[in-house]
């Protein structure tokens, strides 16, 4: 069983900046790969990034390329997001997700446990 709980979401203005954590339980973190989901209200859920537990490969989905960043740290348990550039529409309840898998991180049918959420709210 692995807990997820997710830090660092709060109220920005539009350009700035702000770095989510996600703090993990356990002594098997290496060996999960790691996501980062959101959704915002009245729609789905969609992938954010990802990174791998084998290679460390890093994932993004087209819309936080080159803004957003994801890093592991395993002796730590923890795997952060740093949102640069932060614009309105990434306005969001935002998810850490934990998943044996090592490929097709994109999709959240992959993940095997997930966080409670942190609100990043963008401001125009």
């Known amino acids: 069983q692995v807990q997820l709980v997710e830090s660092g979401g709060g109220l920005v203005q539009a350009g700035g900046s702000l770095r989510l954590s996600c703090a993990a339980s356990?002594?098997?973190?290496?060996?999960?790969?790691m996501g980062w989901f959101r959704q915002a209200p009245g729609k789905e859920r969609e992938f954010v990034s990802a990174i791998s537990r084998s290679l460390g490969s890093t994932y993004y989905a087209d819309s936080v390329k080159d803004r957003f960043t994801i890093s592991r740290d395993n002796a730590k348990n923890t795997v952060d997001l740093q949102m640069n550039s932060l614009k309105p529409e990434d306005t969001a309840a935002y998810y850490c997700?934990?998943?044996?898998?090592?490929?097709?991180?994109?999709?959240?049918?992959?993940?095997?446990?997930w966080g409670q959420g942190t609100q990043v709210t963008v401001s125009s």
């Open positions: 997700a934990a998943a044996r898998a090592d490929y097709g991180l994109e999709y959240g049918s992959r993940y095997d446990y």
């Open positions: 356990g002594r098997t973190f290496s060996t999960y790969s």
